[in-house]
């Protein structure tokens, strides 16, 4: 996903970039890892793509 342009995470690149998919994915499990960090499970309920997207435009528009 390419959260800037699609905080909603709708867009999944994976397939066009398998590299980069590869890449983020050791460095996920390597995080994992180092801080014995918990997997979900489940989608976290709360989450509301629209006030994401919102809060993403507001630090994009802040940061100019």
Do not use: C
């Amino acid at each position: 996903y390419h959260l800037e342009d699609d905080a909603g995470e709708t867009k999944n690149l994976a397939q066009s970039n398998p590299k980069k998919t590869q890449e983020l994915l050791q460095r996920l499990k390597r995080w994992q890892d180092q801080v014995n960090a918990p997997i979900p499970a489940e989608p976290n309920p709360a989450f509301d793509a629209a006030v994401e997207a919102a809060a993403i435009g507001r630090m994009r528009r802040s940061t100019r």
